[in-house]
């Protein structure tokens, strides 16, 4: 990114000397196996409900021209997160080097003010009791698989997808992947104009999944009475 | 069908719209206690008006505490070494914890006329600053339709004014020239209120994609019910009506006026806050 596009002093995109990582989601090469919300459950024991990345999908078309399209989602660690912003104890926070937006559990008061800055329903409030977990009751989000880059090792996501449909590297590195795939593919990202900067790129995105959809207006009533069991368990 | 879909929850529950309506009332009613010492009228309402302000602070505060999912963390919030000032919700802690120093002050010299106006008018510029605060808590969120708009704080400080005129109402106790005032204020911050809403309408209306749902959101089903049902009919076109009256200058159709306008308030910041969060839930 250009020096006259970057408008925030958090952003680390292009900063010379520092890592910039990245998602790269190539979904002509997703199939649906759901095995990185899996990895990622396993990970983290994430709870019911509540997922750090997860595997929307609609059908598109009419039979028999029909599709699946599937469109993997997680925190979009964006170089100007709103998240960040919002906190107001500093308990999520945008790491200097790397570009991971983390979340400091001890700090979190569970105010939520994340949760409602958040354009991509990327957070989530952790339940109050959970099987081998001892962080409860306060707000959660995909790290990126920090601690696992950490020791030179891609996110769990990354690791288990079998169609190499997510890709994960360094975007400051010109000689890596995902400053391959940006360069030389369409490339899109998730709500741009909210002005975030999301660092989870997307080939080939169905804008059904993109954009606020109109079948909003037909929602299914299957649908909604899980919708309404679901949000049952919030209240 | 429904197998491997996944729900959001909308972050910011119906008890922060309860929250937000008792602290506008908290600050209008400590703001009509400090304009005792500069209109005559008010001068019944000096203490009434005041205790009812301390008390509506002391409740509100517990129900945005208890609305903490880790509620003894509150005090991480008094931590300055914590706080983000790009965050209005530290502009309210600061707002809050100053509101309630002044108010103990305050308190201890009610009985005295000249000591108490200095606490009377640091308090009441304060508690202008709330209904501001709560509404860039709201504004703040780039990617919420009817939220993300100047409008807010402005609708907030109207919307906090005409309700504490409406508790004030009926802590008048019958003062003619009181009541008289009071219609006044309630008459003109309904009108006001009555057109930022039609212009949020108009605006989230003719706005993008998400904005057209949203005004979908807040215009249809239940949350339309509320919002246009309760909040613009029932809350603010019908108590501007009667206050035009002959019958809205008499006690019972002031009276009747409040009650309108008070679950007018309580619906119009309940829909404003739940119906661009329900839109969200629908992103993927």
């Not at chain 1, 596009?5 to 995109?13: A, D, G, M, N």
């Not at chain 1, 990354?158 to 992947?177: H, K, M, W, Y």
Request: with cysteine; net charge positive.
């Amino acid at each position: 990114m250009s020096e006259e596009l970057r408008t925030s002093s958090i952003e680390t995109r292009g900063v010379a000397g520092k890592k910039r990582y990245a998602m790269v989601i190539d979904t002509r090469r997703c199939i649906g196996c759901m095995a990185c919300q899996v990895a990622c459950k396993a990970e983290y024991d994430t709870p019911l409900g509540v997922n750090r990345t997860w595997v929307p999908y609609k059908v598109v078309g009419t039979y028999p021209v029909v599709k699946k399209q599937f469109l993997p989602r997680l925190c979009n660690h964006c170089d100007d997160p709103p998240c960040v912003r919002a906190c107001p104890v500093e308990a999520t926070y945008k790491s200097d080097d790397g570009g991971f937006v983390l979340q400091r559990y001890e700090r979190c008061i569970g105010c939520r003010a994340c949760m409602a800055s958040c354009p991509y329903n990327a957070r989530f409030m952790l339940p109050a009791s959970r099987t081998y977990t001892k962080i409860t009751n306060v707000v959660d989000k995909c790290t990126f698989c920090f601690h696992r880059v950490a020791q030179g090792l891609v996110p769990a996501c990354v690791q288990t997808c079998i169609g190499r449909a997510r890709v994960f590297g360094d975007l400051n590195d010109p000689a890596s992947e995902v400053s391959y795939l940006v360069a030389r593919n369409a490339t899109q990202v998730l709500r741009p104009e909210q002005g975030t900067k999301p660092h989870v790129f997307y080939i080939g995105a169905d804008r059904n999944h993109t954009e606020f959809g109109r079948d909003i207006y037909r929602r299914p009533d299957v649908l909604e009475g899980d919708r309404a069991a679901f949000q049952r368990t919030r209240a | 069908m429904g197998d491997y879909v996944v729900f959001h929850d909308v972050a910011w529950h119906g008890v922060y719209a309860l929250y937000f309506f008792l602290i506008g009332i908290s600050a209008a009613l400590y703001f009509f206690s400090a304009l005792s010492f500069y209109r005559e009228e008010f001068k019944p309402l000096r203490a009434t008006s005041f205790y009812g302000a301390f008390a509506l602070l002391a409740v509100a505060g517990l129900i945005l505490v208890g609305d903490l999912s880790q509620p003894l963390r509150f005090v991480n919030t008094l931590n300055p070494g914590y706080w983000n000032m790009s965050s209005p919700l530290v502009w309210g802690t600061i707002l809050i914890v100053l509101y309630g120093l002044v108010s103990v002050w305050y308190f201890l010299k009610l009985g005295d006329e000249k000591a108490a106006k200095l606490p009377a008018v640091i308090g009441a510029v304060i508690a202008l600053g709330l209904p501001i605060y709560t509404g860039f808590d709201l504004a703040v969120h780039q990617a919420r339709p009817v939220w993300n708009t100047p409008l807010m704080p402005v609708l907030f400080v109207a919307l906090s004014l005409v309700s504490g005129a409406a508790v004030a109402s009926f802590l008048a106790k019958g003062e003619a020239r009181l009541l008289g005032a009071l219609r006044q204020i309630m008459l003109w911050t309904t009108g006001a209120t009555a057109v930022m809403v039609l212009s949020l309408l108009i605006t989230t209306a003719y706005g993008g994609s998400s904005d057209e749902l949203t005004y979908m959101f807040m215009t249809s089903g239940t949350i339309g019910g509320i919002f246009v049902g309760l909040g613009i009919l029932g809350g603010t076109a019908v108590p501007l009506v009667l206050l035009l009256l002959p019958f809205g200058k008499e006690r019972a159709g002031l009276l009747l006026s409040s009650v309108l306008i008070l679950v007018g308030g309580l619906s119009l910041r309940y829909s404003i806050l739940m119906g661009p969060q329900i839109v969200q839930t629908f992103f993927s």
